[in-house]
């Protein structure tokens, strides 16, 4: 344990308890075990005085905390989260709380959520817990996760959905999304953000608590505040309408629900329109870091999902190609 001197002649020693920092000052240089003694001490006060902190307490604190540096769509998702939690779970002292509490309580919610939401809720549970109780180890058995091969609309399904949307209030944010812009970033776009053919992403519409919508600075990632560069003719298409968007958020997505269904073609969200354009990019031979920057990405959890599956669609044409020249072959 380090033990600083202070300018006035005293000493003291520090230590981080539950997300608060702990002094204890001495008038004299303590010994190391006279200062692990007194931190002894003095974090026993402080779990005396938390005695009483239920999760859902201390999950509340959690928040309070973090409101400042969490988008409101995330601090949104995490009180849902709480009010999936169950009555017992919530109302156990933090300090009570043993590995195989958690482990029951994602056993209960593994029955009814998929692997992904179950992991989202232990995340929550486990990040609340290192804040109150550090010294808890967990060794939680997750679902394991489902796989799933990412659906990339094909061109020719993305034309036909641009020429149902051409001359429509949608036809400028489904264009964007092809461009890998997030629906907030889009509905939050004004004309002072585009330069030319380049378009500054800084900000997002998203839900507040009270289910209002605002516009707030990107905070999903540092690399969320971009520039992208597009087209001449998008960028004059919004200068001469002058907007983007002005509707409301969820009727981009009712548009993109509806032409799927009239047009007969596979079922997929406005987001897999990020996916469509992350796959066009690589398959231009774009490097990977480059298209990461393009569409906000931090982390490449994405690229690698989009290039697997890009991948074995590319083997199975191989195969298909090889499958018909044995045939030729066998059957001239």
Known sequence: ?????????????????????????????????????????????????????????????????????????????????????????????????????????????????????VRNYHGFISSVLGMFYPNLKLTTTLPQRVKKNPYIPTDEEIRKILDCAKGTEYEIPVLLACYGMRRSEICALTLEDINGDTISINKAKVLNEKKEWVIKPTAKTTASTRELVVTMEIADKIRAQGYVYKGYPGGITKFLDRTEKSLNIPHFPLHKLRHYFASKMSSMNIPEADIMKMGGWETDHVMKSVYRHAMEDKNKTAQRKASQQLGNILFP
Do not use: W
Request: charged content about 30%.
């Open 1 to 117: 344990m380090k033990i600083e001197k202070l300018p006035s002649g005293s000493y003291r020693i520090r230590k981080m308890y539950k997300g608060k920092m702990y002094t204890v000052t001495f008038e004299h240089k303590p010994t190391q075990k006279e200062a692990m003694q007194a931190m002894a001490a003095e974090l026993d006060k402080v779990q005396t005085k938390h005695e009483s902190l239920t999760f859902r307490a201390a999950a509340d604190k959690y928040l309070d905390s973090k409101k400042n540096v969490l988008s409101p769509s995330t601090i949104t998702g995490y009180n849902a989260i709480i009010r999936q939690i169950s009555d017992t779970f919530l109302k156990k002292n933090v300090n009570d709380i043993t590995a195989l509490d958690v482990q029951t309580e994602i056993n209960r919610m593994a029955k009814k959520c998929s692997p992904k939401t």
